[in-house]
């Protein structure tokens, strides 16, 4: 994403006002960080990574969507709710992973947290601690199929086992064909490991179709048009 930035910069032929994107906040962090010095304002729709609420380095970049943290805060509620005192927590290690891994650990400094970074298939024979029965899977879907797969292979689902996800992900990505790292898993395997899953996520902002927003439309209207 930063060579893009600078390749469209430095051509004397465009003229940016505003910077808009990009969709998820690894690609947006650097462009974040820089663009300030060519007076850029920069508007990202989806990245959330609990690092954007740093003014300091990142002076003049907005987002629509809530930060990562909410959904943290929320993951650590329930836990608490349920007295669970041992969670296994599955990170793929990217910024917006790793920071909402420590924040977890942060707020729950009494819960005995077993943390397991994930980056490939070959990581998955060790991503499962021994008698582990409550799981955050903190980590893109691409990798969640790969991890659900190999539970279901562990025999790490059913009524004794807990799975806590995002609910970010896209619509029945569980039935998604992964292009690179294919698991050996089918649709029906999968569904059995997150059938009692727990999926988080912002409250959406699109709840309400027939309300009317910026415009004077609703979002069936801004839809149609």
């Not at 959330?48 to 943290?72: C, E, G, L």
């Not at 309400?208 to 910026?214: A, S, Y």
């Amino acid at each position: 994403s930063l060579s893009a930035f600078f390749a469209n910069v430095s051509d004397p032929c465009r003229n940016f006002i505003a910077i808009i994107g990009s969709g998820c906040s690894v690609a947006t962090e650097p462009i974040a960080e820089v663009g300030y010095f060519w007076g850029f304002s920069h508007i990202s729709y989806s990245s959330n990574a609990a690092v954007f609420s740093d003014r300091i380095r990142f002076k003049s970049y907005f987002q629509i969507y809530s930060s990562q943290d909410v959904i943290i805060y929320g993951v650590a509620g329930i836990i608490d709710y349920y007295g669970w005192n041992r969670v296994a927590v599955i990170t793929e290690q990217e910024i917006l992973f790793t920071e909402s891994e420590e924040l977890l650990k942060l707020l729950l400094p009494d819960v005995n947290f077993t943390t397991r970074a994930f980056e490939n298939p070959d990581d998955t024979p060790e991503i499962f601690p021994e008698n582990g029965r409550i799981f955050f899977l903190n980590t893109y879907e691409n990798k969640a199929r790969q991890i659900i797969c190999e539970a279901y292979h562990n025999g790490l689902f059913g009524q004794y086992y807990v799975w806590i996800l995002y609910g970010w992900y896209s619509e029945e990505w569980w039935k998604i064909e992964d292009t690179e790292n294919t698991h050996r898993c089918s649709i029906a395997q999968l569904e059995e490991v997150i059938d009692r899953s727990l999926a988080l996520q912002q409250y959406p902002i699109n709840e309400n179709k027939n309300k009317k927003v910026v415009g004077d439309l609703t979002y069936n209207e801004y839809l149609t048009e």
